[in-house]
């Protein structure tokens, strides 16, 4: 039977841009996703052979990673909502309260992707020459939207909101998001803020400094109100048994994560400045670094680290911008050693 979907499909989803994800090839350096390339803590593995032998239930401990995260974050378990990873909570969000939503550009892909599916509009602003935050006009852009949402550390600029900048978008009352994926390799965290604002909500996820990014974890913290609201959107079960498990056992060993998020951290200015000695390079509070590599292509300068048996993040250009732009993220020491020994051919 021939079937015409065109007729029956939202008008909007075919306009729609699909998320491309990093290259991952056996036997290269991977340094293009933001993950942790050293890995979850040992216990992990260990409590995934453990949980193999309940797969045939559903999951049902959800409240107890909530308490653990709870305990983690230092809030309470009523601040707390999980989610298969921070990609199902932005959905949760965007599901829960009406649009537009306002961000800013460049960031992460997936926010407009996300709003626009669920047809909403999607409003951005461009960062400053600098990618620093252009905080009046992004107050004078929030009178368009609904949903202000901002990523701190960003992706892929690695640049970060002062809590006067977010105290300044929290006074406008107005649903605020704050994405802190990279939140563990910046140290300060604005969950403290939820206390005193019923308007903000917190992304957080397992997937970068806690290396569980094929277990897809995240979670959010917020007032409790929100929390309830988003708990009615949100699919039963949408957080498998193993990935609570994992997470679970990952906090249970907090010390291993914060040894590896160091040795990132150290080495994330080695890179800096190597990269800097060649190209026009931003400091970074993350996992990563960004750099302009005009007058190179982008394209070019991956294809010959690809040769050296090294992925990086071809981001290219962006609307708005000059330039030619790489992502570059922090691996383990070793793989570090080795982008810097290709760098120096380029």
């Not at 040992?42 to 305990?71: H, Q, S, T």
């Not at 298969?84 to 550009?105: C, M, Q, R």
Request: with cysteine; hydrophobic share 35%; charged share 30%.
């Amino acid at each position: 039977m021939k079937y015409d979907y065109s007729k029956n499909v939202k008008p909007w989803i075919p306009g729609l841009c699909c998320y491309t994800p990093g290259k991952t090839i056996k036997g290269y350096v991977k340094l293009a996703s933001n993950e942790n390339n050293y890995g979850p803590a040992p216990k992990v593995a260990e409590a995934l052979r453990k949980a193999a032998g309940e797969i045939n239930l559903y999951p049902y401990k959800d409240l107890e990673l909530r308490k653990k995260i709870a305990e983690y974050c230092n809030t309470a378990p009523e601040n707390i909502i999980t989610g298969n990873g921070s990609d199902e909570s932005i959905d949760l969000v965007f599901k829960t309260f009406k649009g537009p939503v306002l961000s800013f550009n460049p960031t992460y892909a997936e926010y407009g992707i996300f709003s626009e599916a669920l047809g909403e509009k999607y409003l951005q602003i461009d960062l400053e020459k600098d990618f620093s935050f252009p905080l009046e006009r992004y107050l004078k852009e929030s009178r368009k939207a609904n949903i202000l949402l901002v990523c701190s550390p960003n992706n892929p600029t690695g640049g970060v909101l002062t809590e006067k900048e977010l105290r300044r978008i929290l006074e406008e009352g107005k649903t605020t998001v704050v994405d802190e994926a990279y939140v563990e390799f910046h140290g300060t965290s604005f969950t403290p803020l939820v206390k005193e604002y019923e308007n903000l909500i917190i992304l957080r996820t397992f997937s970068k400094a806690f290396a569980l990014a094929g277990l897809r974890v995240g979670y959010i913290i917020a007032d409790p109100k929100i929390i309830k609201l988003l708990d009615r959107v949100k699919p039963p079960f949408s957080v498998n048994a193993f990935a609570i498990e994992a997470a679970l056992a990952a906090l249970e060993d907090k010390r291993y994560m914060r040894e590896t998020v160091g040795k990132m951290i150290k080495d994330r200015e080695m890179l800096y400045k190597a990269l800097k000695n060649k190209y026009a390079t931003y400091p970074s509070e993350s996992n990563f670094i960004l750099a302009d590599v005009s007058p190179q292509r982008s394209e070019d300068v991956c294809r010959k680290l690809l040769d050296k048996k090294i992925i990086v993040r071809d981001l290219g250009k962006y609307p708005g911008f000059s330039g030619e732009y790489v992502r570059v993220s922090v691996g383990t020491t070793e793989e570090n050693k080795k982008f810097l020994e290709a760098l120096k051919d380029l």
